[in-house]
């Protein structure tokens, strides 16, 4: 009982891991790229650009990206409002490995 509890704990500490809870799930990465390919994009170019997604879905990612320091909002205080969306430097950083996984998956293919 006592090494599955020192498996699960090293798991939690293994970075790669980590970078999986925040990067991982269905819409994450789309989001992601798709702001990779504009400096800013509001909500609904956003919803535009990632086929399938919900309402509800979107919102709910962007707050988690939001949580994770992956993406940045900006509200302006306008008539109508505006809010825009951006990757952060994190976010930023994450475009290189994300575009070697797509080269390896084009290579696999």
């Keep these: 009982m006592k090494d599955k509890k020192v498996y699960k704990s090293s ?4 970075p790669l891991t980590f970078a999986l809870k925040i990067i991982g799930g269905k ?3 789309p989001i992601i790229w798709a702001l990779s390919k504009s400096e800013t994009m509001r909500y609904n170019e956003l919803k535009r650009n990632i086929d ?3 309402n509800m879905m979107l919102t709910q990612t962007l707050k ?3 949580a994770n320091n992956i993406i940045k909002r900006q509200q302006y205080m306008e008539v109508p409002p505006r809010v ?5 430097e994190n976010g930023e950083n994450l475009i290189p490995a994300l ?3 797509a080269n390896w998956g084009k ?3």
Excluded at 11 to 14: A, E, F, G, K, S
Excluded at 84 to 88: F, G, I, R, S, V
Aim: proline share 0%.
């Design 11 to 14: 798991l939690d500490h293994c």
């Design 27 to 29: 819409w994450r990465l």
């Design 52 to 54: 399938g997604i919900t």
């Design 64 to 66: 988690d990206l939001e």
């Design 84 to 88: 825009e969306y951006a990757l952060t």
């Design 99 to 101: 575009k070697q996984l």
């Design 107 to 109: 290579r696999i293919k």
